[in-house]
């Protein structure tokens, strides 16, 4: 199961996760829980970075983890009604607060933030955010205990800010997750992990999302749970469709299509794990758990709908190649496209008429003058 930023940003609603967990654990279930950090908190970590690698105050640092502290704090006050947990809580948040502190002024004295160091501020908000779930569920009369995710035996290259896990990296959860879940509810930190020097890296956009399908697939859980703030992937973007309703079962390509074009529920390598083990994932919603969401599957259930769901992508731009002498001509795409891929174009669509005549592609917005 994974919790997002939404599901755990303050102490009410990480109360209502430890409560949901307890629920589940208690009807037998083994679970490994995925937590984000709290919400907002990533944000404000990337931006205190960039703010103290450009003007070095340490003033604003002190000012930023006073904050930081109280926020977390103000979380274990609600979250944790046991007082000893709360107590040894609040010691693990104070430990990894001084450390946060002492990185972010001496990038101040530096005056410079690598990609390196940009991962290791950006993981303080799941590592902050885990000991506060693990104490709110220990506090419900559950065992439990924190890892990171390099804890937990995830394993990557060195391509920080966007690592991928190495293959050796769901033997090690497996064997590290399958030993204690029996025993106690492991809290894992989502969307950081270690290379194989033992350095933070981070798996980078939905990296809790991916987090949690590379742990399903390593202890082959009968599923991954994916918690969010809606019921599910939907018809439309309800912002825009207000009638829009959940898909109750989808497939792992059209999912992944759904979140490439515009679809914010999940990110496209999030399943890529579940789809090479075939293991189902199910998007459900924290504050409605009896709503059954979206099972996302390998096989299709045949439905009567020509069109599934639609979605929306904002800031592209067609480009249209058109002409009589392109009927035949051999190469034409592949010009075309290799001269797109030297200017460092990405396409987003291709469509071609039958015709051959005409041939339309898609490009990011930002990237219309590079490609004509």
Not at 288 to 317: H, W
Request: contains cysteine; hydrophobic residues 40%; charged residues 25%.
């Amino acid at each position: 199961m994974k919790f997002g930023g939404t599901s755990i940003e303050n102490g009410e609603k990480i109360r209502h996760v430890a409560e949901l967990l307890k629920d589940y654990r208690g009807q037998g279930h083994e679970i490994v829980a995925v937590t984000s950090a709290l919400g907002g908190v990533t944000d404000g970590l990337m931006e205190i970075g960039i703010d103290a690698s450009h003007k070095g105050k340490i003033s604003r640092v002190k000012e930023f983890m006073a904050d930081l502290a109280k926020k977390h704090y103000d979380a274990i006050e609600i979250a944790i009604d046991d007082a000893s947990i709360a107590d040894e809580t609040i010691r693990t948040i104070d430990a990894l607060i001084d450390e946060l502190e002492k990185a972010l002024i001496g990038i101040c004295y530096l005056g410079e933030l690598s990609p390196r160091s940009i991962d290791y501020i950006s993981s303080y908000g799941e590592r902050l955010a885990a000991p506060v779930v693990s104490g709110a569920v220990q506090s419900k009369g559950i065992n439990s205990n924190s890892f990171t995710g390099g804890e937990a035996g995830i394993v990557t290259n060195s391509e920080y800010g966007c690592a991928r896990p190495f293959e050796k990296t769901y033997e090690n959860v497996g064997n590290i997750l399958k030993r204690v879940v029996a025993a106690y509810v492991p809290i894992v930190t989502g969307f950081i992990a270690e290379n194989e020097e033992g350095i933070i890296t981070t798996l980078g956009r939905s990296g809790s999302d991916f987090t949690a399908s590379i742990i399903g697939a390593a202890i082959e859980a009968d599923e991954i749970w994916l918690w969010k703030e809606v019921h599910g992937i939907m018809t439309s973007d309800p912002r825009i469709v207000p009638d829009a309703r959940p898909i109750p079962q989808i497939s792992y390509i059209e999912a992944m299509e759904l979140s490439y074009f515009g679809a914010k529920v999940l990110h496209p390598r999030t399943i890529e794990p579940a789809i090479k083990h075939g293991i189902p994932v199910r998007v459900k919603n924290t504050f409605d758990p009896d709503f059954e969401g979206t099972l996302i599957v390998s096989d299709q259930r045949l439905r009567k709908d020509v069109v599934k769901a639609v979605t929306l992508i904002r800031s592209v731009a067609a480009i249209n190649i058109s002409g009589a002498g392109m009927v035949g001509a051999i190469g034409t795409a592949a010009r075309v496209f290799s001269t797109l891929a030297n200017a460092g174009v990405n396409i987003i669509m291709i469509s071609q008429s039958s015709s051959e005549a005409n041939m339309s592609f898609v490009v990011d917005e930002a990237h219309l003058e590079d490609a004509v």
